[in-house]
C-alpha cells in the first residue's frame, strides 16, 4: 500500500495540518475578540451568547503552513493560493461588519476566474452514464467558474450548527483521498490538497464540534467551499475524478439544502440571499433532535453519500445510481414531510 505522496508521508500531512489548525484556534479566539469578529445571538441563531467567528483564520493559516511544507510552485497552486487568499479576505471583513450579498458574490467570481484562467483549472468535458459532453473554452471557463462560486456558497449556507459545515467538508476530503488511493491517482496536486485540508479541518472540528468554542465564520466556509471545488476540478485533471457525478453525489446534502433554500424563497417572494431558519439541520432541530444529534444525523447521510460515490469511482456504476436514487427518494419524503420546501405543516392546523 502506498501512503507516500511526493515522498512524504500522508499520516505525516494529516497530523502537522492538524497540530497547526489546533494551535491556532486560541490564536483565533484572541483575534476575533480584539477586531470584533463575534457572531451575536438573535431570533434566528441557535447559540445562545456571543461567539468568535474567525475560525477561518486556523484552517487557512494551517492550510498555508502545509503547502510550505508538502505544496510545489506551480502556476496551478500559485492561482489557488491567491484565489484562496481573496475568498479568506472577503469572509474575514464579513465576520467583521456584514458585507453586501452583491460584493461578496463579485469578489468570489473574480478568486475563481483567477484559479480557472490563469491556474488553467477547469473542467472541458462532462461524463454520465457512459456519455461525454465537451465544452469549448468559453463555455468551460463559465462552467467552472460558476461551480466553484456555487459550491462555496453551498457551504457556506450549511454552515447554520457546530460542526457541521467542517464535519461535511472533513468527509468530503476524505472520500477524495479513499478514491485517490483506491484508483492509484495519488501523486497529483488535488491529494496533497486534499490530505492538508482534511488535516486543516479536523484541527479546527476538535474546537467546533459541540459545545463549540468558536465558529468558522464566512472567513472560513467560503474558504472549504472555494477550495472543495478546485480539489474536485483539479480531479479531472489527472483523472482522480472520472466523472462530475463523484463531487456532486458527496455533496449531495449541501447541494440539496441550497437548491431548496432557493426555491423556497423564490416560492415566498423573497430574495435568495434572505436568511432563514428552515434549512435541513432546522427541521431536524423541529423534529426535536439536539443539535449533536442532528448534526450525527447529518453526517450519517453524508457519509452514505460518501459511500455511493466510492462505489461509482470503482466501476460499479448501476450499483452506485440504483441505491443513489433510493437515498433521494428518502430525501424527497423529508421534503414532503416537513417545512424545509413550504410551510404546510402551518397551512394544516389552519384547517
Known amino acids: 500500500m502506498n501512503f507516500i505522496i511526493n515522498g512524504h508521508s500522508i499520516i505525516e500531512i494529516i497530523l502537522i495540518t492538524f497540530v497547526a489548525s489546533l494551535f491556532l484556534i486560541p490564536i483565533s479566539i484572541k483575534t476575533a475578540n480584539h477586531i470584533g469578529a463575534i457572531d451575536l445571538p438573535n431570533e434566528r441563531k441557535i447559540h445562545k451568547k456571543a461567539m468568535p467567528r474567525l475560525g477561518g ?9 502545509g503547502y510550505i511544507l508538502y505544496g510545489s510552485i506551480t502556476t496551478q497552486m500559485i492561482s489557488i493560493l491567491i484565489g ?27 478568486a475563481a476566474l483567477i484559479v480557472v484562467i490563469y491556474g488553467q483549472v477547469y473542467f472541458s ?16 471557463y463559465v462552467l467552472s467558474t460558476f ?27 476524505l472520500t477524495i483521498g479513499i478514491i485517490a488511493f483506491i484508483l492509484n491517482k495519488m501523486g497529483g496536486l488535488d491529494v496533497i490538497l486534499t490530505f492538508i485540508m482534511l488535516g486543516s479541518t479536523l484541527g479546527f472540528l476538535v474546537n467546533n464540534f459541540p459545545p ?34 463523484i463531487p456532486i453525489t458527496i455533496l449531495a446534502i449541501p447541494i440539496f439544502d441550497t437548491l431548496l433554500a432557493i426555491l423556497r424563497r423564490l416560492l415566498k417572494g423573497e430574495s435568495i440571499g434572505t436568511p432563514d431558519k428552515e434549512h435541513f439541520h432546522h427541521q431536524l432541530l423541529k423534529l426535536k433532535f439536539s443539535p449533536k444529534v442532528s448534526i450525527i444525523i447529518i453526517y450519517l447521510i453524508n457519509i452514505i453519500f460518501s459511500a455511493i460515490s466510492i462505489i461509482y469511482a470503482i466501476g460499479k456504476n448501476k450499483a452506485a445510481i440504483v441505491l443513489y436514487l433510493v437515498v433521494l427518494l428518502m430525501l424527497l419524503f423529508v421534503i414532503l414531510n416537513t417545512d424545509i420546501l413550504y410551510e404546510h405543516k402551518k397551512k394544516e392546523k389552519n384547517k
Open 125 to 140: 468535458e462532462i461524463s454520465f452514464l457512459g456519455v461525454n459532453i465537451k465544452f469549448n473554452l468559453l463555455i468551460s
Open 212 to 245: 463549540a468554542k468558536i465558529f468558522m465564520g464566512d472567513s472560513g466556509s467560503l474558504f472549504l467551499g472555494f477550495m472543495i471545488a478546485v480539489i474536485a476540478l483539479l480531479g479531472f485533471k489527472v483523472a482522480t475524478l472520472t466523472s462530475l457525478v
Open 147 to 173: 461551480f466553484i462560486v456555487a459550491i462555496s456558497n453551498a457551504i457556506n449556507l450549511i454552515d447554520g450548527l457546530d460542526g457541521l459545515a467542517g464535519g461535511i467538508s472533513a468527509i468530503y476530503f
Open 84 to 110: 484562496s487568499f481573496i475568498i479568506f479576505l472577503v469572509g474575514t471583513f464579513d465576520d467583521i461588519k456584514p458585507i453586501k450579498a452583491r460584493y461578496k458574490f463579485l469578489v468570489q467570481i473574480i
Open 57 to 65: 483564520l486556523a484552517i487557512f493559516g494551517s492550510f498555508l503552513l
